[in-house]
């Protein structure tokens, strides 16, 4: 292309590559949606926190491409967990990022980076040897794509301009999530109620030792490493209408279903908006715990289009989302399409607990020049000699990623392989 503009650069009907390229990037910045933000909290207990932060910076290529980060973490036994996870897991997932990528392959690394910040987040808490835990949703946002990673209940929802709600997360609560109550016993844990000696059982499904209701979480050293940090990710495109999120702690969804905390808000200002749902999952339930909310509203450049609307009548998340499109690379033309006609598109979801799944197979992007390896979720450098095959069952294995001996310790624990959350030297 650049010899085809040389040759013809002294050519009155030919414009300069500059100004193209200028055209190109304004034309682009045009086509971006605005991002607008709000937060509202009442304290209980002083146990949850929450991050925003716009005007990020990840793509080496185009430095003036920005991306916003939303995060509530909702502690529990103190608030050490909580407060170091603010402080810390944003820069763990983007110290797993690898470097030079392009757009899209940015966005597509996004949930194994996520996958490796967590897990490096509980670890190095744990390290400190405090004993609390936290939730933690974390919630990125490039253009029109949202990717979203959560452990405990702290939920994140969409609502789209056609009146369509959809949760983003799952709950990781031993009451209500089957498949987590199979793994954790698997793993070695203790399901079951309160029980006062004597008495009858109360309240929710707890995991024992440690009496924790959430089956996933970073911190908790003291309640097994079954209770692990691994993620789940889900990302999503927008359409070209765009959409508000709503990301709050379980104050609010304890309180509210989904529907009723996007209607309570439907038309307000994101600032407005966050204040309105925290003061209805008052009005419904008191105040019984700390209650914490963000609003986010995605909006479209063209903003002359109308606001979200209330819902005609209620629909079912299939006919809201597009279910899960494997074809990636060709999906651009579709994913046009469906934007076009305001169907949100669900790019990428993983709600495994195994590591070994959520690193994949991907060999190549941790090895560094000098021929070490890098391990994978903490980013150490490891002699080849001494990195641990992600999938090996034992001795070392040629196909990574590759753990240092640490993180392969945890992976196991995280496994029920090894019974104590805390390491023996
Ligand atoms: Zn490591």
Redesign the pocket.
Known sequence: MGSRVESHQHHPDYVSLAALMSRELKSEKMENPSVRFGCAAQSRKGEDYFMMKTDCQGLDENPSSTFSVFGIFDGHNGDAAAIYSKDHLFNHVLDAMPRGLGRHEWLQALPRALVAGFV?TD?QFQSKGLTSGTTATFVIIDEWTVTVASVGDSRCILDTPDGAVSVLTVDHRLEENTEERERVTASGGEVGRLNVIGGPEIGPLRCWPGGLCLSRSIGDMDVGEFIVPIPHVKQVKLSNRGGRLIIASDGIWDALSSEAAAGSCRRLPSELAARQVVKEALRTRGLKDDTTCIVVDIIPPDNSLPPPSPPRKPQSKLRSMLLRTKFRGSATKLSKKLSAVGIVEELFEEGSAMLAERLGNDDTCNSNKSGLFM??????D?AASEGISVHASSKPCRQGPF??????D?KDAMEGKRRSGIRVI
């Open positions: 490096k670890k391990c994978a979720v903490c980013q150490v490891v753990l240092c001996v640490d993180c392969r945890k």
